[in-house]
Each structure stands twice: as structure tokens, then as C-alpha cells.
């Protein structure tokens, strides 16, 4: 059963809160934000410019949404680039209360089914720090294979740090 749904604009105050209380448990894994990221304003203006990627058909931003319907997360398939590569990026969380009950593995593979099916894409690639394991868990469940490391590839809480590149190819492509 599917555990991801198109975000909207109406979504912003839940995702607010959502990001602040998991503001200390993403900040190792993640860009630097800037504090307007942390209110409901600040997530209706990044939601508004996701949803306009998403109807250029740049982007998927989807919401992760725990057993009783509240958010939980956010999966999203980035960089879609048609042309000669045919891929996407994947990048997700979820939320330190809902960590361990396999959201983010099943999230990950519904932004398969989509990438693959709906879109017609070749390849997915995700990338996590060296040290992240459970994210590394996510992907190889979800038959992803490390096939790189690339030195200083992404700026993570503050530092240009390496990056395990994993990717996924459609066998149908
Ligand atoms: C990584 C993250 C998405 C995992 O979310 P989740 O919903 O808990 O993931 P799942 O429950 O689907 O799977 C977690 C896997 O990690 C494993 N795991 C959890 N903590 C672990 C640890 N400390 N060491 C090793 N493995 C660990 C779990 O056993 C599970 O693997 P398994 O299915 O093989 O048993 C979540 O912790 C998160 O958002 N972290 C911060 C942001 C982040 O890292 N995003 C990804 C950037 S690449």
C-alpha cells in the first residue's frame, strides 16, 4: 500500500511543525537552512516553488504519511532530466517518533514505482554520507547499488562532505 501522496500548499503549517521538532535529528544529514524554514510561511513558499517544478515536470515533492494519516516525512524526486539520461535524484526523511517501522524503505519504493512506471525514467540515483547506515539500509532494500564515492560531492550541515552514490536502473528501460 502506497505511504506517499503529492504535497500541496495546504500541507505547509504540518510540515512546519514537523520540521521543527525534527529540527536536531536532520540537521547532521542535511543543507543548511535559513530560519524561515522553520515556520509555516517559510514551507508555503518552498511548497509553492516544489509544485511549480512538479508541473514542469522538474521535480515529484511527496509527503510520507504515517498509519493514521499525519505526515511523517518527505520523499521527493528531484533533477528529472528526460533527453539522453532519463533520470532522478531521490532525497527523503522522516521523523525521529517515526523512525524503525520501515516508512522511509516503503516510501523509497513507492518513488520507484513512480520514477519507473508513471514516468518512464531509465535511472534513479540517491547518495548518503559515509556514515549514514540506515539511509544505506533504505536503498539496498529497495535494490539500489553503491557504485561510487565522490569526494566533497554535496555541502551537509555546513561542509562540503562525500557522498556513497547509489543508483537504481529500470529493467524495463
Ligand atoms: C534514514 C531514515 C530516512 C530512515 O527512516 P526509517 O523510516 O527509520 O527507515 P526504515 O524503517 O525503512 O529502515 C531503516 C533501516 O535502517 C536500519 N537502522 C536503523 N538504525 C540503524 C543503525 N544505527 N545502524 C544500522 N542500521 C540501522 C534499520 O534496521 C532498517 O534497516 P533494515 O530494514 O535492513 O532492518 C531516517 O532515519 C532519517 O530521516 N534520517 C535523517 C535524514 C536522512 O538521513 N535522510 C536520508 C539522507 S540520504
Avoid at 1 to 6: E, F
Avoid at 61 to 86: C, H, K, T, W
Avoid at 108 to 116: E, G, K, L, N, Y
Amino acid at each position: 500500500m502506497a505511504v506517499t501522496r503529492l504535497l500541496s500548499v495546504d500541507d505547509a503549517e504540518e510540515l512546519a511543525s514537523l520540521v521543527c521538532e525534527n529540527r536536531d535529528f536532520l540537521a547532521p544529514w542535511q543543507p543548511l537552512h535559513s530560519e524561515a524554514y522553520f515556520t509555516a510561511d517559510g514551507q508555503r513558499a518552498s511548497l509553492q516553488q516544489a509544485l511549480d517544478a512538479y508541473r514542469r515536470e522538474a521535480m515529484v515533492p511527496l509527503g510520507i504519511v504515517a498509519e493514521d494519516g499525519r505526515l511523517a516525512g518527505r520523499i521527493s524526486l528531484n533533477s528529472i532530466i528526460r533527453g539522453a539520461a532519463q533520470s532522478a535524484a531521490v532525497g527523503y526523511w522522516v521523523s525521529q517518533a517515526d523512525n524503525g517501522r520501515g516508512l522511509a524503505s516503503a516510501a523509497v519504493a513507492d518513488a520507484v514505482d513512480i520514477a519507473f512506471g508513471q514516468l518512464g525514467l531509465h535511472r534513479l540515483q540517491a547518495e548518503t554520507v559515509l556514515l549514514n547506515t540506515p539511509s544505506q539500509r533504505v536503498l539496498i532494500r529497495n535494490r539500489f547499488q553503491p557504485f561510487a564515492i565522490a569526494p566533497c560531492y554535496l555541502k551537509i550541515a555546513g561542509r562540503w562532505q562525500d557522498q556513497i552514490l547509489f543508483q537504481r536502473l529500470n529493467p524495463s528501460e
